[in-house]
């Protein structure tokens, strides 16, 4: 899997992909804007919004706003791919559970 590429912007979604990412058998076309990995501010001390699930984060908030699949099977691909570019175990599972309880589709 080739790594998206990314810069960083201002405004509220301070990362736009620059090139279309081919990812899970999906194409998230360049000029998606999002906000990496949403980390309570408190908690960002220890998990960097743009660290270990930042990669996975982009997957997320595209497929989430536009609905291409289910909210289960993109929380699961959430997963799968913040385990393949290196975040560790209890991070990932951690950061499942938390986008199967507070994330939604179809936003912003």
């Given at each position: ?43 960002q001390w220890l998990i960097k919004p743009d660290g270990s699930l930042f ?46 309880i507070f994330s939604r589709g179809n936003y912003d």
């Amino acid at each position: 899997m080739k790594n998206p590429v990314t810069r960083k912007i201002e405004g509220s979604h301070p990362w736009e992909l620059v090139e279309d990412w081919g990812v899970l058998g999906e194409t998230i076309p360049k000029g998606l804007k999002f906000n990496g990995a949403s980390i309570p501010k408190w908690l960002q001390w220890l998990i960097k919004p743009d660290g270990s699930l930042f990669i996975a984060s982009i997957y997320h908030d595209f497929m989430l706003r536009n609905g291409l699949l289910t909210k289960y099977q993109v929380d699961w691909g959430f997963y799968k791919l913040a385990r393949k570019t290196g975040a560790n175990l209890l991070l990932s599972v951690s950061a499942l559970i938390a986008v199967l309880i507070f994330s939604r589709g179809n936003y912003d």
